[in-house]
């Protein structure tokens, strides 16, 4: 009978993974069109080379807003750590006291019998400068030039085909 159940089981998880799909491009070219989609592939690198110093550029801008922020980041990560330690303290104290807690954080004898003490999770990780500057040019400066679009239209205009296809990417039938 367990067999017959986790059998069941199985085939019931088995089918709440659903496929996974992913748009892949595939370029076609035309044979006569070399010349043109050389001077394509130029410019993509020229667009991906503006693309990198203007994020460069973004990037030294914000300079100086790094440490203010890295400062609340601090006083955040403070605040964090301290509600940790209480939530350590009280489930140390709980162990000691053989307390466990109920529902909605009541004590096992108003309702529902005893839970053992839950131990809270890992503390905080402590901010870094450098984690706070990825983070505000992560926000602030442009990831997406258009290259790519740009180079698609290159590709087409010289007589180059793309064709988007769908492709299973996972849990694939």
């Not at 300079?63 to 601090?74: D, F, N, S």
């Not at 901010?127 to 400066?141: D, M, S």
Request: hydrophobic share 35%.
């Amino acid at each position: 009978m367990k067999t017959i159940s986790a059998l069941i089981l199985l085939l019931l998880l088995s089918a709440c993974a659903a496929p996974r799909y992913q748009n892949v491009k595939r370029y076609e070219t035309a044979a006569a069109a070399e010349t043109c989609l050389a001077s394509c592939v130029q410019q993509e690198a020229a667009c991906k080379a503006q693309c990198q110093t203007r994020r460069e550029t973004c990037a030294q801008s914000l300079e100086p807003e790094i440490g203010k922020h890295y400062e609340e980041a601090l006083k955040r990560y403070d605040q964090a750590l301290r509600y940790y330690s209480l939530e350590l303290e009280r489930y140390r104290h709980a162990l000691l006291l053989g307390w466990g807690w109920g529902p909605h954080g009541h004590a096992p004898w108003v309702s529902y019998g005893w839970i053992p003490p839950q131990q809270p999770a890992a503390p905080p990780p402590a901010p870094t400068r450098e984690g706070e500057q990825a983070r505000l040019v992560a926000e602030r400066c442009d990831q997406d030039c258009g290259c790519y679009s740009g180079y698609d239209a290159c590709y087409t205009g010289c007589g180059g085909r793309i064709v988007v296809e769908s492709r299973c990417v996972a849990h694939c039938p």
